[in-house]
C-alpha cells in the first residue's frame, strides 16, 4: 500500500462520511419536522376537545330546556282539556 492508495482511500472514506453526515442532517430535519407536526396536532387534539365538551354542555342544556318545554306543553295541554269539560258541564 503506497500513499496514493491511501490518499484514495482517504478520498472514499471523506466521500462517504460527507453522505452520511447529510443523511443524518436530513433524517435530523424530518425528526424535527415530525415533533412540530406532532405537538401542533397535539394542541389542535386538545382544542378540538374544548370545543366538543363545550358543544356537549350547550347540548344537554338544550335537552334540558326541550324537556322543560314538554313538560309545559304537557300541562298546558291538560289545562285545556280540564277547561272543556267545564265548558262541557256548562253545556250539559
Known sequence: ????????QYKVWNAVNAEE???FQLLEEKIDKL???????KAERESLNE????QEEKLNDLRREV???K???DK?????VSL????????G
Open 1 to 8: 500500500m503506497e500513499r496514493g492508495e491511501t490518499t484514495s
Open 67 to 69: 324537556e322543560g318545554l
Open 35 to 41: 415533533i412540530t407536526t406532532t405537538k401542533g396536532l
Open 84 to 91: 272543556l269539560e267545564k265548558i262541557e258541564q256548562i253545556e
Open 51 to 54: 370545543k366538543l365538551h363545550i
Open 76 to 80: 298546558a295541554r291538560q289545562r285545556i
Open 71 to 73: 313538560i309545559s306543553r
Open 21 to 23: 453526515t447529510d443523511q
